[in-house]
């Protein structure tokens, strides 16, 4: 029962220019969204979340976009850089946490 | 400050075995969360345990069980293991009891395989 979905498995983009990562959902509970990123051998990473009240939240590079109306929320990363390689999931909260599958993503210099 | 840490770190188990995963929450945090991350998946709730009770239990069965101690560690049991219990098993920490709406911080994670 996937109630967080992350369609694309990998991105690959160009240094310097956006990376957006998509994720939908199916439960209308869901009141916390969070994004996490994963290095290899590393336990997830928190990146930045949402609330349900909020449709954007921005933190410097970093800015999540949530729209409730089409269950859709996204991930904004301007600019990419290299090191922003890794594997990014989208987690949702109702209140214990449900994970998307994850994208790879590559930022090519 | 140290991070969250688990023990160990690999792990080889034949199916039928018991295993024991060890995880060592982040200072001051008070709730301990268990996840299972099969390859190619997301990371999948399994347990909460805040002030040593269980808040929260994913879809699991039976064979998956945990336990907070005093200090806040948690360990986590599997019995009877299946071939399916391979996965990367993570521990997560944070502060008091808002599930998700607090920001949880993950080990690295025990690799598990059942042979």
């Known amino acids: 029962d996937q109630q967080v979905k992350q369609n694309s498995p990998s991105l690959s983009v160009q240094e310097g220019r956006i990376s957006i990562l998509n994720c939908d959902y199916t439960?209308?509970?869901?009141?916390?969204f969070l994004w996490y990123k994963k290095y290899p051998a590393e336990g997830p990473t928190f990146l930045i979340s949402?609330?349900?009240?909020?449709d954007k939240n921005e933190d410097g590079r970093f800015t999540v976009f949530l729209n409730k109306s089409a269950k859709h929320l996204s991930l904004h990363i301007v600019p990419s850089q290299p090191g922003d390689s890794a594997v990014y999931f989208c987690a949702a909260s109702a209140p214990d946490m449900r994970f998307g599958a994850g994208t790879r993503l590559t930022v090519k210099p | 400050d140290a991070g969250v840490t688990q023990s160990p770190t690999h792990l080889i188990k034949t199916r039928g075995q018991h295993v024991t995963l060890r995880c060592s929450p982040i200072s001051g945090h008070k709730s301990v969360s268990w996840y299972q991350q099969v390859l190619g998946q997301g990371p999948q709730f399994i347990f909460q345990?805040?002030?040593?009770?269980?808040?929260g239990r994913g879809n699991f069965p039976d064979r998956f069980s945990a336990r907070q101690f005093p200090n806040y560690s948690s360990e986590l049991n599997v019995n009877a293991l299946l071939l399916g219990d391979s996965a990367l098993y993570l521990c997560?920490?944070?502060?008091?009891?808002?599930?998700?709406?607090?920001?949880?911080?993950f080990g690295p994670g025990t690799r598990l395989l059942v042979l």
């Open positions: 345990y805040y002030e040593k009770e269980e808040r």
């Open positions: 949402i609330s349900s009240i909020k």
């Open positions: 439960n209308s509970m869901f009141d916390y």
């Open positions: 997560a920490s944070s502060p008091g009891l808002a599930g998700g709406r607090e920001t949880q911080y």
